[in-house]
Structures are given as C-alpha cells and as structure tokens.
C-alpha cells in the first residue's frame, strides 16, 4: 500500500530556515514524480514544485522558483522542501504528493501525504 | 500559465440531490484533468483523472466529462459524506501544473 508520511508541524521565527520532509513507502520511490502543494490558511491548492527521485531532475512552478528548494534522499525514500530564509507569509499547510505515469509522462497527484502546517510568526 | 477557472464558488444542494461543478481551462488541456475532494482538516483526495476516470475506490455516483477547455464534475446524488470542497487541476501543460480555486460544496 502506498504512503507518504510527513514531518511534523513547525513554528518558526522570519528569516529562519526550515527543511521539512515527506517519505514514501510501498512503491519504487526513485521512479515517481513527487510534489509539493501549498495551502494557505482559508485557500486554495497551489502547485511549488515536483522532483523525480531517480535523477533529482526538478521543475518549480515559476512563482516558487528562487523561494524554495526542493531535494530528495533516495537512500531512505524521501523528498523534502526547505527554505533559507522564512517569511511570514509562508504560513501554510504544505502537503507531498505522488504523481501518477512516468518520467516522460508526467499526470496528476495519485497519493498525497498528511501535510506539514508550517507557522512562521515572530 | 493555463488558468482554470472553477464555478461556482459556493453550491448549496440538499441530501440526495444532484450536483453539478464546472472547470474550464484558459485554453486546451485535452483530457489532462483531474478532480480532487478535500474535507476539513484532511488532505486531498483524487477523485477523477483524465477528465472521466474514477479512481480507485471512488463511489461511481461521481463522474467526470468534458474535453479541451471545458470540464464538469457530477455527484449524482449528494451524501451527507460528500459535503466538501471540490478542485479540478491541469496536467496538459506539465511541467507548469495549475489548480482551479476550487468549489465548496455544502448544505443546503
């Protein structure tokens, strides 16, 4: 069966740096794409980024480029998404996601994790 | 970017009724759409992929149809379980993936 468990919930001061984490179990995790959704408090689903675990080849939505990095450790099936420098704003709920075809043949998100809610408040 | 664009924004729907939710896309994503369900305090849940695919475990009283821009998914009769919030996503234009703002449904 198909997991994806995430780190726990983390409070946090602006401009410090955060790296939360989402592993997978239960499928060839180098050979799913997996991403990273941002759900501000009251809103939407909004895509950051997605990774291919088998390359560590990454593509970021052109609003999170630059903000965020997103990385993964094979070795132990996890994907993770950090930041150097929180701000405020960055007060949401962030979930991982599998996404289902292959590595040419990239489709929706098929098992998503939990989510981390991640505050950052001084 | 492909913008999707959900309506309504609010459907309020007895019990046992019918809903239906609307997605259209800026411009063609052929068939390359889902649907996902979210409750209160929960993750999403992937209701609907290629635009009319149930996925596993979805009650078939949900269906999805439309091609190109325009796209509705129908609850044919509303459970009490069913009460949530609706979004559609695009994955034509990968890797550039785009959410619609997502619909809520509730009682009415």
């Known amino acids: 069966e198909v997991h994806l468990v995430q780190s726990g919930a983390e409070v946090k001061q602006p401009g410090e740096s955060l790296k939360i984490s989402c592993e997978g179990s239960?499928?060839?995790?180098?050979?799913?794409?997996i991403g990273w959704v941002r759900q501000m408090p009251g809103k939407g689903l909004e895509w950051m980024g997605t990774?291919?675990?088998?390359?560590?080849?990454?593509r970021y939505s052109p609003s999170f480029q630059g903000q965020v990095t997103i990385s993964t450790d094979t070795s132990i099936s996890t994907a993770y998404l950090q930041w150097s420098s929180l701000k405020a704003s960055d007060t949401a709920m962030y979930y991982c996601?599998?996404?289902?075809?292959?590595?040419?043949?990239?489709?929706?998100?098929?098992?998503w994790g939990p989510g981390t809610l991640v505050t950052v408040s001084s | 970017e492909i913008v999707m664009t959900q309506s309504p924004a609010t459907l309020s729907v007895s019990p046992g009724e019918r809903a239906s939710l609307s997605c259209r896309a800026s411009?063609?994503?052929?068939?390359?759409l889902a649907w996902y369900q979210q409750k209160p305090g929960q993750a999403p849940r992937l209701l609907i992929y290629?635009?009319?695919t149930r996925a596993t475990g979805v009650p078939a009283r949900f269906s999805g149809g439309g091609s190109g821009t325009e796209f509705t998914l129908t609850i044919s009769s509303l459970h009490s379980e069913d009460f949530a919030f609706y979004y559609c996503?695009?994955?034509?234009?990968?890797?550039?993936?785009?959410f619609g703002g997502g619909t809520k449904v509730e009682i009415k």
């Open positions: 996601a599998r996404q289902q075809g292959s590595y040419t043949d990239v489709r929706n998100f098929d098992y």
């Open positions: 239960g499928f060839s995790f180098p050979n799913y794409w």
């Open positions: 990774i291919y675990p088998g390359d560590s080849d990454t």
């Open positions: 411009q063609s994503v052929s068939i390359n």
């Open positions: 290629g635009a009319a």
């Open positions: 996503q695009q994955y034509n234009n990968w890797p550039f993936l785009t």
